[in-house]
């Protein structure tokens, strides 16, 4: 007698499905579709309450987990990880929804006609329904149409929602205690009518080879890698960095005199500069992805503009060479910024301006500050003040601007301001922090040390708690007393010879180790340097050219990236708001 075997086909888990799609076989990311379509449409449809936007966002959840699949590396968790990228797309699409549903009503533009007698009746229950829900907060209704719309068992939806099972059952009554009773028996029977498009599953498949896997794709790919692409873009900010660490290790090089302090200056200076520019650089990357880059060039125009004008007057109050040549400079890079965003041409645009501003750099390299002894208190505790004891002399109120912009020259002082009784100076920090570095100077005056002179001729300094903890890093023994007592000496001494002419002996009083003592090669003699600018000059005219050459191409691409595609069809006009135009039926996909 025989016995035949019933073959049960088994359905293939999450497991098995990704392995075989990182092994090549695409076509198995229908099944994923198959499976969890009605899932997060309800995700979705929960915060859009319209179905022609929630089966675009189902749409491309699907094809954002297609591309991400590598990075998973539980497969088990499939479920809530797509039921998260699906709320963060529909979020973001019903922001933009209302935005432009806003608009649609300060325009007034005509509503399209009411239902017809067929129909009405439907349509008069889902405006019903979508105004009852949406009184309902978003996480008690995203838990409700997922349990009608999925109609999984508590337990699965506790998972997919990442939540425990209790929290969603309190959820769940808190939403039904929150519909009217006389509107659940029906709001349920509508959940239950919705659904994703039927097509979605060869919609997906269609777009799929458009979409590149991360970490290779086809034949699989490790994890590791799957960020690969997106790292590649920093190439070019890493190559700048390192060529900056590069500079400054010769520049440390070139130190003859009290190399070691005035090298671990110049290493924190690099730290805080890099971890500045990296932070600034991420919030781009992050506010293009999210407000596109028109508006980050808008703001990075405004940014430099805002530095360039600090730096104008910084420069009108110093009259210090450099600091006016880095005005001009931001002032072409933020006219760029803005001309590209105004004419809506290709962000590669604003690399000429970064030529002229390495030029204007290159030209003005020999008062560029490389002494890392900027500061007086640094000065004092390094031995390298000259002061001597002097008798107090009144100071006309315009000899001190002058002094003031003497200072400034030397690149003693960042700022000077009038006081009641004559001239603050306020000094440049020994280590600047992170908001110093980006900050102008007039923003932060508080936070630096500064020297008052009085126009009867008497000093005070004072040092800021910033250059006492780096002052503390230079020299474990340092007696502040002694050094505010040694700056006030040599300030006295300095503005007593500036007042009768004599420029040279001011300049010994606060600075008694020259330039050539410090460098073993002037800096504007090294080879790096000549190399560091000559690369940013070079780059910069590559990207001109290049510009030139393709601007009708990047036009075109830019135009082609930012065209909207057509949204699919709605597979379902239930609970869509009565105020709807035929303009807004089809809507870009987020």
Known sequence: ??????????????????????????????????????????????????????????????????????????PSRLPGWMARIARNLAIRLSKRSASEDRRMRQWGESMPAGPTSDSGAGEATAIEVNSALA??????????????????????CAEILGISEAALRTRLHRARIALRSQMQETIESELRQLGSDTNMKSK??????????????IGGGAAGFALLPY??????????????????????????RDREVRTGILRRNYVTLMLTVGVL??????AGHRYGTNAVFAFLGALMGVTSYAGYWQW?????????????????????????????????????????????????????PNRMDYNLFQRAAMGQLAGRITEPKPVPAETLVRFGQFLGENYLISWQSPTLSGRRFYLNPISPSPAQAMLPAKCLLSSMSWVDIARDGQVTACLSPGDERSLHRITSTVEIATVTAL?????????????VGNRQGALASVQQVTDEE??????????????????????GIYMLIFCFLFSDKLRQAQKAASRPEAAPPAASTILRPPTQSPDQSSRPQP
């Open 518 to 539: 410090i460098h073993a090669v002037p800096p504007h003699k090294l080879r790096s340097q000549k190399i560091f600018y000559a690369i940013g000059i070079i780059a």
């Open 135 to 156: 009184r309902i907060p978003d996480k008690y209704r995203e838990a409700l149409v997922l349990f009608h719309v999925e109609e999984k068992s508590t337990r699965q």
């Open 1 to 74: 007698m025989k016995t035949e075997t019933l073959d049960l086909a088994v359905p293939a888990t999450d497991s098995d499905l990704i392995a075989a799609i990182r092994d090549g076989h695409c076509d198995r990311f229908g099944e994923i579709v198959e499976r969890y379509q009605r899932m997060l449409y309800a995700v979705a449809w929960s915060r859009l309450r319209r179905s022609d936007l929630a089966e675009d966002v189902v749409q491309e959840t699907f094809l954002q987990a297609y591309r991400y699949l590598p990075v998973l590396r539980d």
């Open 204 to 217: 997906v498949m269609a777009a799929i080879p458009a979409v590149p896997m991360l970490g290779g794709g």
């Open 231 to 256: 790292l590649l873009q920093f190439i070019p900010f890493g190559v700048t960095f390192g060529m900056v660490g590069w500079f400054n290790s010769r520049m440390a090089r070139n130190f003859a």
């Open 487 to 499: 700056v006030e000496q040599a300030m006295a001494s300095a503005v007593a010879d500036f007042a």
């Open 316 to 368: 009108r109050h110093t009259n210090n060479r450099f600091i006016g040549a880095m005005a001009i400079a931001n002032a072409i890079v933020a006219a760029a910024f803005i001309i590209v965003c105004l004419a809506d041409l290709p962000p590669l645009w604003v690399m000429p301006s970064f030529l002229v501003m390495n030029v204007i750099i290159f030209h003005v390299r020999e008062s560029r």
């Open 281 to 286: 650089v991420a919030l781009t990357l992050v």
